[in-house]
């Protein structure tokens, strides 16, 4: 399993986000995932998040957008889905290749 290693500590400082962030409890759920994986037998890899969304999936080409723009179009690749979507396979693809590194 993969998921984004995000500075929780450091993204309550920002007071825009501190309730939501707060609210959905996030280091408790990432610490239930964590210990659940174990007891299955899994293991949960962190992995930085940096740019994930910005990364095309499909050809590796770099396509800057603000956080207002939800699609992602690969130049390349003619990919188009959810940025959403295109960030968590980068993470996947992250952490499957730390697995083999």
């Known amino acids: 399993m993969a998921v984004e290693d ?4 450091g993204m ?8 939501s962030i707060s609210d959905a409890s996030w280091s ?4 239930m995932l964590c ?3 174990e007891e299955a037998g899994g ?5 930085n998040p ?3 969304s910005q990364q095309c999936s499909s050809c590796g080409t770099k396509v800057s957008k603000n956080l207002s723009v939800h699609i992602h ?7 188009v889905l959810d ?4 960030a968590a396979r980068n993470i996947l693809a992250r952490a499957l290749a730390s697995e083999v590194a």
């Open 73 to 79: 179009r690969g130049p390349y690749s003619g990919l």
């Open 6 to 9: 995000l500075n929780v500590r």
């Open 28 to 31: 408790e759920f990432l610490a």
């Open 35 to 37: 210990y659940k994986a």
């Open 12 to 19: 309550v400082r920002n007071h825009h986000l501190v309730k």
């Open 83 to 86: 940025r959403d979507v295109n």
């Open 43 to 47: 293991r949960v890899v962190k992995v």
């Open 50 to 52: 940096r740019e994930a």
